[in-house]
């Protein structure tokens, strides 16, 4: 058997750490962290027309201030007190109105 400070011993040692040392280094790229860009659901073109008149209620009929919207996804409007779901859609165009139909905010989600 041999001992420790035996050379077979020393020598298989130092083999064994270069190899642990060996597995450890990496060589691969770490993932990237940049987030995709946003989807732009037509919101922000949104923000001067608060406060007009809201007619329709999808993504092909909706007006506001009697002028077409543009979205690239889903169109809702939320009337108050209507139960909406919490799922999150970026695509999804939300048009929140008041009693009258009047714009109140437009967001995505």
Known sequence: MPTPTSRPFVGGLALASSLLLAACSSTTTPPSTSMPPPIDCGAQSLSGKIGQQVIGSTAQDVRIGGQPINSAGTV???????PVTQDYRPDRLNLEVDASNTLLRASCS
Do not use: A, D, E, H
């Not at 809702?76 to 209507?82: A, H």
């Open 76 to 82: 809702r409007v939320i009337r108050p007190g209507m």
